[in-house]
């Protein structure tokens, strides 16, 4: 069954890869939508796919890339457009 989270994620997440990281990890798990730096340090992520994949990038995104720390990671049920493939956003 396909899902759709927002996910956001705070700590040390700008500039250390953490962007690169959730794409690679979206492409590899085959999951949809978009992943964008946010003003206030944060990072966001809309994750859509098969439900087991985006609990498993849910749960990796508490670790993220080599260079991150990871402070809290908030999951929410989204309902927007279906995206196509896998992007880096502009910051918002």
């Given at each position: ?43 966001e992520i809309l994750a ?45």
């Open positions: 069954m396909s899902v759709m989270r927002r996910i956001f994620i705070s700590g040390k997440v700008h500039n250390v890869g953490y962007r690169a990281w959730a794409i690679r990890r979206a492409h590899d798990l085959g999951i949809a939508g978009w992943v964008r730096n946010l003003k206030d340090g944060r990072v859509v796919g098969d439900e087991e994949a985006v609990t498993e990038l849910t749960e990796e995104c508490r670790v993220g890339s080599e260079f991150a720390r990871v402070d809290t990671v908030i999951a929410e049920v989204a309902e927007e457009r279906m995206p196509k493939g896998f992007t880096k956003r502009f910051t918002a």
